[in-house]
């Protein structure tokens, strides 16, 4: 059984706010698609859920909507989740604005609440 998760999803290049749909392969949890519309100020925020395990790109992944950008990370300041070009490009947030490089591997979110 497929599971699947949502994260707001942060562009550091539009600062908007989108959505990302997580599916877990029985592997890990796979970025499938982030919403091409920004979500809303101040949308009701859903409950969250612990995703743990390992992170990746689902293959038909298309990239951020705001800038093409194929990969991601979690900000290590604020903890969302951002867009990122890959390879050794800094990391700029799209949330708090922090900027730097990127250290380690995701080993959790938090997602929003399937339910
Ligand atoms: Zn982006
Ligand atoms: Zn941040």
């Known amino acids: 059984m497929a599971e699947s998760a949502w994260l707001t999803f942060h562009c550091g290049t539009d600062k908007q706010t989108r959505l990302a749909t997580f599916h877990h392969n029985g592997t890990e949890w796979q970025l499938a698609e982030v919403s091409a519309e920004p979500l809303p100020e101040g949308g009701a925020m859903p409950g969250r859920i612990a995703m743990t395990g390992q992170f990746g790109l689902a293959p038909g992944y298309t990239g951020c909507p705001g800038c093409a950008a194929v990969n991601f990370v979690r900000c290590g300041s604020c903890a969302e989740l ?28 938090n997602a929003m609440d399937v339910a």
């Open 82 to 109: 951002g867009c990122w070009v890959g390879a050794s490009a800094d990391f700029t947030c799209g949330n708090c604005g922090i900027q730097g490089p990127v250290v380690g591997t995701i080993k959790s979110l």
